[in-house]
């Protein structure tokens, strides 16, 4: 069974540029969740996504979005890039909404805004 | 509001000793508890998982974590480590949804 798969794997972006970061869950979770890892912060919540729906989000601002396709895949996207941006971002799938779910994780998308 | 909270930022053990992760939680409801492990610029991989039951969990690679309710805590331990288990550690309780609180992570180094 294939595990959860991010793309691309580095990005370089200027600050003011937008970017788009893929997740593909594995086959048959429908829980995608999305962290924000830095060595300031940590691994700081960004949102999930379930059946498509956005259940959850964390305290980032709205320069943060997401979005789930019917396939379960996931997008994010930070538009107006801030130099704080820079982290390495990971995406978790689960397979349920809730409860005793373990979440399994990609190997993340290190992004550098310069 | 929960939080986890990893006293120990770094932690240095011999090849072949024993290691013990500490990991409080602060959560009002049953815990669904976790620790991963992190290998430098790569995801995180689950270590092990304590949702009901036993208090005691094993894991993959050695590992096993002990809840105990009374303290809130959830730590990992493993009587010899090896090489390959330098890496970073991070405690998470499961709160609404599929939300994880990650603590601070702990950073080990072996030496040989």
């Known amino acids: 069974k294939a595990g959860v798969t991010q793309t691309p794997r580095y990005l370089i972006k200027t600050r003011g540029q937008q970017v788009t970061l893929s997740c593909s869950p594995i086959?048959?979770?429908?829980?995608v969740s999305w962290y924000q890892q830095t060595p300031g912060q940590g691994l700081q919540f960004l949102f999930e996504?379930?059946?498509?729906?956005?259940?959850n989000k964390g305290n980032f601002p709205g320069r943060f979005s997401g979005r789930q396709f019917s396939n379960s895949r996931s997008e994010m996207n930070v538009s107006t890039l801030e130099l704080g941006d820079s982290a390495l971002y990971l995406c978790?799938?689960?397979?349920?909404?809730?409860?005793?779910?373990?979440?399994?994780f990609g190997q993340g998308t290190r992004l550098t805004v310069v | 509001a929960q939080s986890v909270t990893q006293p120990d930022i770094h932690i240095t053990v011999s090849e072949g000793a024993s290691l013990e992760l500490r990991c409080n939680y602060s959560?009002?409801?049953?815990?669904?508890l976790f620790w991963y492990v992190q290998s430098p610029g790569q995801g995180l991989q689950l270590l092990l998982k304590?949702?009901?039951?036993?208090?005691l969990v094993q894991g993959i690679k050695g590992f096993e974590a002990e809840f105990k309710r009374s303290q809130s805590s959830f730590n990992l331990r493993k009587p010899s480590v090896h090489w390959s288990d330098a890496a970073e550690y991070f405690c998470?309780?499961?709160?609404?949804?599929?939300?994880?609180?990650f603590g601070g992570g702990t950073r080990v180094l072996v030496k040989p």
């Open positions: 978790a799938s689960s397979s349920a909404g809730t409860g005793d779910r373990e979440a399994f």
């Open positions: 086959s048959g979770h429908r829980s």
């Open positions: 996504y379930f059946s498509e729906t956005q259940r």
């Open positions: 959560y009002g409801a049953t815990p669904y």
């Open positions: 304590y949702f009901s039951g036993d208090t």
């Open positions: 998470a309780v499961k709160a609404a949804g599929n939300k994880l609180t």
